[in-house]
């Protein structure tokens, strides 16, 4: 946890862990398109033949939750150990732990899927290589990969949270095609990407992906 962004980013989440669980809680109910993403990826996991699925940055466990209840074998694992608390509270039997997706604690081939759902808006460019490593190491081989994230040009900071206290996070907003550009430079083939929103202030993207062979 050497890197400045990361102790800024579990801290920032550390401190603002309710205020965040209460803006994302009924987020897939109001947006079908997520909620279509979501599904889609779960269809690709059971055609692959099933297995455990990493939502990797879970925060309160929402997606998580949803992956389960669409017949997934998920478990979430988050930077930030107040929002898993968050999440082993308000979703008991399910399997959430503290990590980082820049040196994820699972063995190499050992997820049959796995989710990134908004998680990489707050990784620097020099780190995303890395983490698309992660990504792709701890997969199985034609896995599914799910990646959420901000669309644009720009880096955004925020200074203060949703419950009014301080803290200090960078959002980078990324084009669909760099951030394809960098999985398959990580060894993903993209399936497909989906624009949500495209006239909004701040669109948002999907990309499904799946490792080679």
């Not at 279509?36 to 055609?47: I, K, T």
């Not at 896995?143 to 669309?151: E, I, M, Q, R, W």
Request: aromatic share 8%; with cysteine.
């Amino acid at each position: 946890m050497s890197d400045t962004w990361l102790s800024d980013t579990r801290s920032s989440y550390d401190t603002d862990a309710a205020g965040y669980a209460e803006k994302v809680r009924g987020l897939l109910d109001e947006r079908p398109y997520l909620r279509a993403g979501l599904g889609l990826f779960a269809e690709s996991v059971h055609r692959a033949g099933g297995g455990p699925v990493a939502d990797v940055g879970c925060g309160p466990g929402y997606v998580t939750r949803h992956l389960q209840d669409a017949g997934v074998d998920a478990f979430g694992i988050d930077l930030s150990p107040e929002l898993i608390a968050i999440a082993r509270r308000d979703h008991p039997g399910l399997r959430f732990e503290v990590g980082t997706m820049t040196d994820l604690d699972l063995a190499d081939g050992s997820v049959a899927g796995l989710v990134a759902f908004w998680s990489i808006v707050h990784v620097p460019d020099q780190a995303l290589p890395g983490v698309f490593g992660q990504f792709h190491r701890v997969l199985r081989p034609r896995a599914p990969l799910l990646v959420g994230f901000h669309v644009g040009d720009e880096t955004r900071h925020t200074s203060e949270g949703y419950t009014g206290r301080p803290v200090t996070i960078e959002s980078y907003h990324r084009r669909p095609s760099t951030v394809a550009a960098r999985l398959r430079d990580a060894g993903f083939t993209i399936d497909a990407h989906l624009v949500i929103r495209p006239d909004e202030d701040v669109p948002g993207a999907m990309i499904f992906a799946h490792t080679r062979p």
